[in-house]
C-alpha cells in the first residue's frame, strides 16, 4: 500500500474542500435560523389551534403523519422525560428505545451523531441541527460518490442536488431520505484504498450502526443498501475483493449488527411477535409500469401534489429525474458501446443485471425462496424503488461520463414527443388533467435544442452542460416545495392557545386526573404535548395494560386487537375496541373516562317558541336522509350538568333519538372560554317518516344551567321567531 500523500490530497481536494465549506454555512444558516422540514405545523394548525405555527415557507404535510405525529411528537416526549429511557410521562410507561431513533442518554447516542447538539443545545437547537445533519451527510456524500464515477467536482454537487430533489428523497425524506443520507458514505469507506483496512473497517462499523441507530430502523431499505452498494463496489474497484478486505469488514458489518441487535434487542423482541409488522415475507411481483416510468417522466403520477395512482403522496416518490431520458435519447450507441476505451462494457453489464433483477423482483411473481438470496424477501416489491432508482443512476453515470452523444434536431424532436406522448396519454387521456399542465416540464426539454444548435465539436460538452443544469433546475422546480420550512422553536416552545387552554380545563374539569381521554388527536402528538394520554402510538405492544383495561375481552381477541405496532386513538364513535387498519386501533372513551358522558336532556316540541334571552351558539350541520336526521352544532354551555337541556322545534314527529357531547375546541378557543369544549352536540334521530324533498325546518334553543334559554343561530325563522 502506498504512503498517504497529505500536499496530493490537498491539492486534488480545493474544489471539495470549498463546496464542503459552502455547505457547511448554508446548514450553520439553516440551524442558527431553527429551520426544520417537519411538518409539525399540522398539528400545531390542526390540532393545538396555534396562531402562529412558526411556518417559515411552504405547506405542512398531513400524509407526513409518520414524522409529525410520531417522531417529532415521541422526540418531544423525550425531551419532555430528561431524555431517559422509559417515559415517565406516558400512562404506559413504554420503552424511548424502538424503530424511531431518540434523543435517549445512553450509550447509543454515540452512534446517533446528529443527535449529539441534545447534550449542550436547547432541544429545539438541537432539533434543527438535527435535520439539517442529513442534508449535509447527503449533498455532500453523493458528490463525492458520484466523482467515483468520474464527474468533475461542480458536476457531482449539481447531480447531488438533482437526487435530493426527486420524489422519492423528498416525499420520505423526514425518514426514508434521511437514511439515504448514509448510504454513500458506506460505499466511500469501502472505495477508500489510501488508508489500511483495519481503521477502514473501525470505520464501516462505526458508520453502519450509525445508519442502523441514527434515523429510522427500516431493514427493507438497509437491504437495498446492501444489494446495490456491493454492485456499485464491483462497478467502481472490483480488486479490492480479497481475503484481507472480506475479513475485515465481514467482522466489521457483524459488530454493527451486534451493536444494533443489543441496543435494540428488546423492542425487536417484542415486535417480532407481533401480528403487524410481525415477520412479514413477501414473494415477487405486483408492481406496475406506470410507477417504473416514472423514474423516466418524474411527474407522471403526480399533479401539484396529488397523487393519481397511490393513496398518497409519498407511495408515489421514486427517484426519478430529468437527468435519465435525454441520456437515453441522445446517447450515441454504436460509438459508445463498440468503440474502445469508452463505456466499460463489464461494468455495464453488472449495473444493468442488477437492475434487471430488481426488476424482476418488482414484476414478476416469482416464489419468495428466489428472494431469499438476498434478503428480498424481507422487501415488498413496491419498496425497491431505492435499488431500482440508484441501479438506473449508476447506469446513467457510465453513459453519461464515458459516452458518445448525436445532438441533432431529430433526436431533439423523439424527446420532445416522447415526453409529450407518454405525458399525453397517461396524464391527459387517463386523468384527464389540462394540457397546461405539461407546458413547464416541455419548456425544460426544449433547452436541449441549444446544444443542437451549436458547432459539432461543441455539442457534447455543452449537452453534459444542459443536461445537468436542465436537471437540478426541473428537481428544484418540480419538488423543493414539498417540504416546508418549519421553526423548531414553535414545536418546543408549545405556547397555550384555545385549545390547550380547553384541554387544561377538561382535565381540571375531571378532578385534577392527569390523564387526559379526548378523541381526535393522532400518533403521540398529546403526550408530546405533555399530555398522559390513552391515545397514543404504542411502537411495541403493551398486553398487561390491556389486559387490565379490557379484562372481560377473550384473550384470543385481545391479541388480535393489539399485539401489533398501533396508533391508539380513543372514540366515541366505537362501544368496543375494534381495528381499523393494520396500525390503527381505535378504543371507546368511556372505558377510560366520563368526560363525554352526557347529563344533559333533549325534548322535541312542534310549536314555535319565542321564550329565550338571545340569539347564542350554532346549528352547525343539518342533514336528513331517507328518514335520518342528523344535527351538530354547539350550546352556551360551560362543562357538563344534567340541568343543561336542549330542545328542538319542528314540524316533524321523531321516534327515536341519540344525543352525544362532541368537544368544540375551536369553539373554546375562538370565544376565549376554555370550560366551553363540551359544550357541542350531535343529534341522530329516526323520523316516522322520510326526509322528503323539501327542507326540514327546526329550531334549537339551548337552556343552561341557571335556567337562561339561547336561540341556537341558524335556527328556523318561523320555529322560533324573534
Not at 458489518?253 to 411477535?273: F, H, I, S, V
Not at 422553536?489 to 385534577?512: M, N, Y
Request: one cysteine or more; a positive charge.
Amino acid at each position: 500500500m502506498a504512503p498517504f500523500d497529505l500536499k496530493k490530497f490537498i491539492r486534488s481536494n480545493v474544489g471539495n474542500a470549498v463546496a464542503i465549506s459552502v455547505l457547511s454555512l448554508l446548514a450553520l444558516v439553516y440551524a442558527g435560523q431553527n429551520w426544520t422540514p417537519s411538518s409539525y405545523g399540522w398539528a400545531l394548525k390542526h390540532y393545538f389551534g396555534a396562531s402562529d405555527t412558526g411556518l417559515i415557507s411552504g405547506i405542512p404535510r398531513a400524509e407526513r403523519s409518520d414524522e409529525w405525529a410520531i417522531a417529532t411528537a415521541l422526540t418531544q416526549a423525550t425531551v419532555n422525560n430528561d431524555f431517559e429511557r422509559f417515559n415517565q410521562t406516558s400512562i404506559y410507561n413504554e420503552d424511548l428505545r424502538s424503530v424511531f431513533s431518540m434523543p435517549i442518554r445512553d450509550w447509543g447516542l454515540f452512534f446517533k451523531p446528529g443527535m449529539w447538539g441534545y447534550l449542550f443545545l436547547p432541544p429545539h437547537k438541537a432539533f434543527s441541527v438535527y435535520h439539517v445533519s442529513f442534508i449535509f451527510l447527503f449533498l455532500a456524500g453523493y458528490a463525492l460518490l458520484f466523482q467515483r464515477f468520474g464527474l468533475p467536482i461542480i458536476a457531482s454537487y449539481l447531480l447531488s442536488g438533482t437526487v435530493f430533489f426527486t420524489g422519492y428523497m423528498q416525499f420520505w425524506w423526514t425518514t426514508f431520505g434521511q437514511l439515504a443520507s448514509f448510504f454513500p458514505w458506506l460505499v466511500l469507506v469501502l472505495l477508500d484504498g489510501a488508508r489500511h483496512p483495519k481503521s477502514r473497517a473501525l470505520a464501516f462499523w462505526w458508520l453502519a450502526s450509525a445508519t442502523m441507530l441514527s434515523a429510522h430502523f427500516y431493514p427493507p431499505l438497509f437491504i437495498q443498501f446492501a444489494f446495490v452498494g456491493l454492485i456499485f463496489l464491483l462497478v467502481l474497484r472490483a480488486r479490492i475483493f480479497n481475503l484481507q478486505f472480506i475479513v475485515w469488514f465481514g467482522m466489521a458489518g457483524g459488530a454493527a449488527l451486534l451493536t444494533m441487535y443489543l441496543y435494540l434487542r428488546d423492542p425487536l423482541l417484542a415486535m417480532q411477535a407481533t401480528i403487524y409488522p410481525g415477520q412479514r415475507i413477501s414473494s415477487g411481483g405486483g408492481e406496475g409500469l406506470r410507477m417504473t416510468l416514472s423514474q423516466f417522466f418524474p411527474l407522471l403520477n403526480l399533479h401539484e401534489f396529488r397523487p393519481l395512482i397511490r393513496p398518497n403522496i409519498p407511495e408515489s416518490g421514486v427517484i426519478g429525474s430529468l437527468f435519465f431520458l435525454p441520456l437515453l435519447v441522445f446517447l450515441n450507441y454504436r460509438a459508445s458501446l463498440l468503440s474502445n476505451n469508452r463505456i466499460p462494457v463489464a461494468s455495464l453489464g453488472a449495473l444493468l443485471l442488477g437492475l434487471f433483477a430488481v426488476y424482476m423482483w418488482m414484476f414478476v411473481d416469482v416464489p419468495s425462496w428466489l428472494g431469499r438470496i438476498f434478503l428480498w424477501t424481507r422487501v415488498d416489491p413496491h419498496r425497491m424503488y431505492f435499488a431500482s432508482g440508484m441501479l438506473t443512476l449508476g447506469i446513467a453515470l457510465m453513459l453519461f461520463t464515458k459516452g458518445l452523444f448525436t445532438l441533432n434536431l431529430r433526436r431533439w424532436i423523439i424527446l420532445i414527443a416522447l415526453n409529450a406522448g407518454v405525458l399525453y396519454y397517461y396524464k391527459l387521456e387517463t386523468d384527464e388533467l389540462a394540457f397546461e399542465q405539461v407546458f413547464v416540464e416541455l419548456a425544460f426539454l426544449a433547452l436541449f435544442l441549444i446544444p443542437c444548435m451549436l458547432s459539432v465539436h461543441l455539442r457534447n460538452m455543452s449537452f453534459r452542460i444542459t443536461l445537468l443544469i436542465a436537471s437540478a433546475g426541473y428537481g428544484a422546480w418540480a419538488f423543493s416545495g414539498y417540504n416546508p420550512i418549519q421553526s423548531s422553536t414553535a414545536i418546543f416552545a408549545r405556547k397555550a392557545t384555545g385549545v390547550t387552554q380547553a384541554l387544561d380545563a377538561l382535565v381540571e374539569q375531571a378532578g385534577g386526573r392527569d390523564v387526559l381521554n379526548v378523541p381526535d388527536f393522532p400518533g403521540a402528538t398529546l403526550n408530546g404535548w405533555g399530555y398522559p394520554a390513552t391515545s397514543h402510538t404504542l411502537l411495541t405492544p403493551q398486553m398487561d395494560f390491556w389486559k387490565k383495561t379490557f379484562p372481560d375481552l377473550p384473550a384470543e381477541k385481545r391479541q388480535a386487537l393489539f399485539n401489533r405496532y398501533a396508533n391508539v386513538q380513543v372514540s366515541s364513535a366505537v362501544s368496543k375496541p375494534v381495528l381499523v387498519r393494520a396500525d390503527n386501533v381505535w378504543v371507546p372513551v368511556e372505558s377510560f373516562s366520563s368526560i363525554l358522558e352526557n347529563p344533559r336532556t333533549l325534548s322535541w316540541a312542534t310549536k314555535p317558541s319565542t321564550t329565550y334571552l338571545k340569539t347564542l351558539g350554532s346549528i352547525d350541520s343539518l342533514k336528513c336522509e331517507e328518514d335520518e336526521l342528523t344535527l351538530s352544532g354547539w350550546a352556551w354551555w360551560h362543562g357538563k350538568d344534567s340541568e343543561q337541556h336542549l330542545t328542538i322545534v319542528s314540524d316533524r314527529t321523531v321516534r327515536e333519538s341519540e344525543f352525544k357531547i362532541r368537544l368544540r375546541y375551536d369553539v373554546a378557543s375562538a370565544l376565549g372560554e376554555p370550560t366551553l369544549a363540551r359544550g357541542g352536540f350531535i343529534i341522530r334521530a329516526r323520523l316516522s317518516e322520510s326526509c322528503g324533498l323539501e327542507p326540514i325546518a327546526l329550531c334549537a334553543i339551548s337552556t343552561d344551567a341557571s335556567g337562561i334559554r339561547y336561540r341556537l343561530d341558524n335556527s328556523n325563522a318561523q320555529q322560533c321567531p324573534e
